[in-house]
């Protein structure tokens, strides 16, 4: 009369066969998320990597940039400084003809004044006899030397402040090429941190952490390439 009843324990067991397809199934999905995410940061890592060495490269082009026109700097202010003291010189050599040139027209010497004034710059010439016209001796507004006279110019003043304007613009353009080499090298310390942040990845099984390091690798590495693309670009030589 007893009649054993089996319908609940044939369903558990037709069941307990689905739990590891299900455990399969979830694996299999992890498994291939993490490759996604494996995959995603090799791409990362590559594209950190590249625009580390570009940075690089150019910001050692810009310092050799930087180098060069500091040198042409120096160079164009050393001939400048030259220029001025050959100047200086010539009028200091001027001053002396000129107080012999007064003395000797002072003590009624023209014969030998003439002879200094024939032998001078045409333009310390032109100055003086512009001095001359102005009748110092009687004016008292006359300038008190012909080196005050328009006409009283020295080529190799307007020579040397040439080479000074030269000079400053070599070296504003160093300064410049020192930013950029700066920039860059920035940019390149940028690039390395999303390259460490990507390599991370694969050491960690957590979804969220995995997930944390691609999105501060990928913003990283947008950072620097937003900054890059407004860069300057050097070629060697």
């Known amino acids: 009369m007893n009649t054993p009843s089996h319908g609940g324990g044939d369903m558990a067991e037709e069941s307990k066969p689905d739990m590891p397809r299900q455990e399969k199934d979830q694996a ?9 995410t494996n995959m995603l940061a090799v791409v990362l890592m590559a594209a950190a990597t590249l625009g580390s ?3 690089a490269y150019q910001s050692s082009l810009w310092n050799g940039v930087q180098i060069f026109r500091l040198t042409d700097a120096a160079a164009f202010s050393r001939a400048a400084n030259e220029k001025r003291l050959t100047a200086n010189q010539l009028r200091t050599v001027e001053a002396s003809l000129f107080v012999e040139f007064a003395r000797d027209m002072y003590e009624g010497k023209k014969d030998l004044s003439s002879f200094l004034l024939k032998r001078m710059r045409p333009e310390l010439r032109d ?48 300064q410049t090429a020192n930013r950029t ?12 941190s999303a390259l460490f942040l990507s390599g991370l990845v694969s050491g960690f099984d957590h979804k969220l952490t995995r997930r944390l390091l691609l999105a ?19 070629h060697p030589g």
């Open 181 to 192: 080499s700066d920039t860059y090298t920035m940019i390149s310390v940028i690039y390395t």
């Open 53 to 55: 060495s570009w940075s």
């Open 216 to 234: 501060l690798s990928l913003i990283m590495l947008l950072m620097a390439l937003f900054i890059m693309v407004r860069q300057p670009i050097t």
């Open 28 to 36: 299999s999905r992890l498994a291939a998320w993490e490759n996604r």
């Open 127 to 174: 100055a003086i006899q512009a001095w001359l016209a102005t009748q110092p001796m009687t004016n008292p507004r006359a300038p008190s030397t012909p080196f005050e006279m328009p006409q009283y110019k020295s080529k190799m003043d307007g020579e040397a402040r040439e080479l000074d304007t030269r000079s400053e613009a070599f070296y504003a353009e160093a």
